[in-house]
T-cell receptor, first 112, second 116 residues
Framework: GDSVTQMEGPVTLSEEAFLTINCTYT??????LFWYVQYPGEGLQLLLK?????DKGSNKGFEATYRKETTSFHLEKGSVQVSDSAVYFCALSNFGNEKLTFGTGTRLTIIP | GAVVSQHPSRVICKSGTSVKIECRSL??????MFWYRQFPKQSLMLMAT?????????EQGVEKDKFLINHASLTLSTLTVTSAHPEDSSFYICSAPDQLAKNIQYFGAGTRLSVL
């Protein structure tokens, strides 16, 4: 079946540091890939997505590129802020349906 | 954007009692909603798909008599954990898909269930 493997946390960085959270997937067909973020006390919300190979999703300074050759969708940000502290989930959906398969989540803490 | 409201956010109950969790889509209709369960340091695991006006579809290994799902209206799904036991303690999360882009989900804030 489909699966998502993401970098285990927690990750602690200083403000303005460069961020990478790794995510790889296993899936048949051509899945859509997502990063969701969960801020403290809130529900998960979509951060960015990519629906086909070589697509780059971006939002709020975060980027991720759909790499079919390496089955990866790594999340990056050039300069993190304290407000980026949250839990980040990599996920996929396949065959155009609504079900999501999630990674374990990575807790990110940014210190001033 | 669309909002999904989940209630309660936290519940503590005695073993053997039943607990109901509500999931509401605000300002949009959801013929389908999803219920997830998350254990510490693990990913969200899909438990079931709630279908308005019909029976829920449960994932393999999920006890349908244990986790009763009712989707009585286009904006409300409920999950009832029946005869809860300590092993049911977990974080339960619901979601509803975007009306147009079905693979985009809007999530509730989750319910932390602790069974004593």
């Amino acid at each position: 079946g489909d699966s998502v493997t993401q970098m285990e946390g927690p990750v602690t960085l200083s403000e303005e540091a460069f961020l990478t959270i790794n995510c790889t997937y296993t899936a048949t067909g051509y899945p859509s890939l997502f990063w969701y973020v969960q801020y403290p006390g809130e529900g998960l919300q979509l951060l960015l997505k990519a629906t086909k190979a070589d697509d780059k999703g971006s939002n709020k300074g975060f980027e991720a590129t759909y790499r079919k050759e390496t089955t990866s969708f790594h999340l990056e940000k050039g300069s993190v802020q304290v407000s980026d502290s949250a839990v980040y989930f990599c996920a996929l959906s396949n065959f155009g349906n609504e079900k999501l398969t999630f990674g374990t989540g990575t807790r990110l803490t940014i210190i001033p | 954007g669309a909002v999904v409201s989940q209630h309660p956010s936290r519940v503590i109950c005695k073993s053997g009692t039943s607990v109901k969790i509500e999931c509401r889509s605000l300002d949009f209709q959801a013929t389908t909603m999803f219920w997830y369960r998350q254990f510490p340091k693990q990913s969200l695991m899909l438990m079931a798909t709630s279908n308005e006006g019909s029976k829920a579809t449960y994932e393999q290994g999920v006890e349908k008599d244990k986790f009763l799902i009712n989707h009585a209206s286009l904006t409300l799904s409920t999950l009832t954990v029946t005869s809860a036991h300590p092993e049911d303690s977990s974080f339960y999360i619901c979601s509803a898909p975007d009306q147009l882009a079905k693979n985009i989900q809007y999530f509730g804030a989750g319910t932390r269930l602790s069974v004593l």
